[in-house]
C-alpha cells in the first residue's frame, strides 16, 4: 500500500502540473518561440510566470 501524500509533496506536485499545463498552452497558442519565452519567465522560486 502506498503511504498518502505528504501536504509539501502535494503541493510541489500541483505546482509541477500547472507548469506543464501553462507550457503546454504557450505551445499550442504560441509555437515554439511562445514555450521558450514563456519558459524564460518562469520564477524558479514558485515556478510562476512574472510579466
Known sequence: ????????E???TTKVFD???LL???FIRTGVKGILDANSKLITKDQTIID
Open 10 to 12: 502535494f503541493e510541489l
Open 24 to 26: 503546454a498552452n504557450e
Open 1 to 8: 500500500m502506498l503511504s498518502p501524500f505528504e501536504k509539501d
Open 19 to 21: 507548469t506543464c499545463s
